[in-house]
């Protein structure tokens, strides 16, 4: 079983930035590690991720450009670098890890989530 575990969040003005971390213990072996959200009354959404072996990258269009994901293999720790943030970015991120990015959202495994709050 892996465990995930956030930091990071925070409250920050629109136009700031924030960087998440998550530290992954326990049977860490997975393809791909990244993050997703879930803001109030919405559904669990996925935000980025990276494949763990080679690097490769993936984002959702809302984050595409203002978001970086990246990884440290020797500690075993994704980050998600958020710059140009928006109101629209506040909610609860989850780290999570799963044999697939398409079905990362719904699959897989989740820390317990990290609050970002951007003020308008």
């Known amino acids: 079983q892996v465990q995930l575990v956030e930091s990071g969040g925070g409250l920050v003005q629109a136009g700031g930035s924030l960087r998440l971390s998550c530290a992954a213990s326990?049977?860490?072996?997975?393809?791909?590690m990244g993050w997703l959200r879930q803001a109030p009354g919405k559904e669990r959404e996925f935000v980025a991720a990276i494949r763990w072996t080679f690097g490769f990258t993936y984002y959702s269009d809302s984050v595409k450009g203002r978001f970086t994901i990246s990884r440290d293999n020797a500690k075993n720790t994704v980050y998600l670098q958020m710059n140009s943030l928006k109101p629209e970015d506040t909610a609860v991120y989850y780290c999570?890890?799963?044999?697939?990015?398409?079905?990362?959202?719904?699959?897989?495994?989740w820390g317990r989530g990290t609050q970002v709050t951007v003020a308008s």
């Open positions: 999570a890890v799963h044999s697939s990015v398409a079905t990362m959202a719904s699959g897989g495994s």
């Open positions: 326990g049977r860490t072996f997975s393809t791909y």
